[in-house]
């Protein structure tokens, strides 16, 4: 998917919010090398999503949680 992407191991660690490339390639190593590790769902998620494969959740009467709060503000003033 990385590929199809075109994206660098550094993109891809920013999207997802990797530390660097490096945890990228570690992702991408033969699984049955020590340097293999497996990537999370969420970081899986996000590259499904950029890559246009998945669509995103539909909200569904959920506020959001800074209008709540500003709503709180105003009626106690």
Same mark, same amino acid.
């Given at each position: 998917?990385? &590929?199809?992407?075109? @994206?660098?191991? &550094? #993109?891809? *660690?920013?999207?997802?919010?990797?530390?660097?490339? +490096?945890?990228? +390639? +570690?992702?991408?190593?033969?699984?049955?090398?020590?340097?293999?590790?497996?990537?999370? @769902?969420? *970081?899986? +998620?996000?590259l499904l999503l &950029?890559?246009? =494969?998945? #669509?995103?959740?539909? #909200?569904?009467?959920?506020?959001?949680? =800074? &209008?709540?709060?500003?709503? *709180?503000?105003?009626?106690?003033?």
């Amino acid at each position: 998917m990385i &590929e199809m992407l075109g @994206y660098t191991g &550094e #993109r891809v *660690a920013i999207l997802v919010g990797a530390s660097d490339g +490096r945890v990228v +390639r +570690r992702w991408l190593a033969t699984p049955t090398t020590k340097s293999h590790s497996q990537i999370a @769902y969420a *970081a899986w +998620r996000l590259l499904l999503l &950029e890559a246009g =494969l998945v #669509r995103p959740p539909k #909200r569904k009467n959920i506020r959001n949680p =800074l &209008e709540s709060a500003q709503d *709180a503000t105003d009626k106690s003033s």
